[in-house]
T-cell receptor
Framework: DVKVTQSSRYLVKRTGEKVFLECVQDMDHENMFWYRQDPGLGLRLIYFSYDVKMKEKGDIPEGYSVSREKKERFSLILESASTNQTSMYLC?????????????FGPGTRLLVL | QKEVEQDPGPLSVPEGAIVSLNCTYSNSAFQYFMWYRQYSRKGPELLMYTYSSGNKEDGRFTAQVDKSSKYISLFIRDSQPSDSATYLCAMNSLEGGYSGAGSYQLTFGKGTKLSVIP
């Protein structure tokens, strides 16, 4: 079974803090993704990575950065958290091969920025 | 026009009913179609995927793709209270080929919230 884990289920941070969200997958997947999910807006892709040290911007990268130093680990960094970054953050991973790079998701991190 | 449209619901049905969930899309390059189920406060889990047109069945679930109409459906037979969740459709075009960075991305619908009432 594919396992994607995220470091925290719930986080409360203050405006201006630097926030690290960690994601680890145990299936040797090449691709990893960070999304945020908000009511009425659905899933929005922040960043993805298709190899170690490689990263690509998604649809909403502003205010975020990522790091992938090891194949199994993909970190999302909020350099200076703001209240509009309060959201559910979801990490996903997939193989670089058929079928269709179907993505497997972690349980999510609910981040509240005060 | 959004690439993928999905009615957000909520959809409420009695236990045992047949449920039909749908998505329409505009990008004719989409070839791979997936359905994810997301329980409250959990991450989405892959339910089914299909390639191109046709039907695929897995137990009480049937996924259907009609590329000519750019329309996909998920049918749930004999629905159970445990099916209560948000269902998201997702699709992929593999534009740029398998090595293109864009090929890894999925385009998601916003999800339909389903409640099955005992």
């Amino acid at each position: 079974d594919v396992k994607v884990t995220q470091s925290s289920r719930y986080l409360v941070k203050r405006t201006g803090e630097k926030v690290f969200l960690e994601c680890v997958q145990d299936m040797d997947h090449e691709n990893m993704f960070w999304y945020r999910q908000d009511p009425g807006l659905g899933l929005r892709l922040i960043y993805f990575s298709y190899d170690v040290k490689m990263k690509e911007k998604g649809d909403i990268p502003e205010g975020y950065s990522v790091s992938r130093e090891k194949k199994e680990r993909f970190s999302l960094i909020l350099e200076s958290a703001s209240t509009n970054q309060t959201s559910m953050y979801l990490c996903a991973s997939s193989y670089f091969s058929l079928p269709a790079e179907t993505q497997y998701f972690g349980p999510g991190t609910r981040l509240l920025v005060l | 026009q959004k690439e993928v449209e999905q009615d957000p619901g909520p959809l409420s049905v009695p236990e045992g009913a047949i449920v039909s969930l749908n998505c329409t899309y505009s990008n004719s390059a989409f070839q791979y179609f997936m359905w994810y189920r997301q329980y409250s406060r959990k991450g989405p889990e892959l339910l089914m995927y299909t390639y191109s047109s046709g039907n695929k069945e897995d137990g009480r679930f049937t996924a259907q793709v009609d590329k000519s109409s750019k329309y996909i459906s998920l049918f749930i037979r004999d629905s159970q209270p445990s099916d209560s969740a948000t269902y998201l459709c997702a699709m992929n075009s593999l534009e740029g080929g398998y090595s293109g960075a864009g090929s890894y991305q999925l385009t998601f619908g916003k999800g339909t919230k389903l409640s099955v009432i005992p």
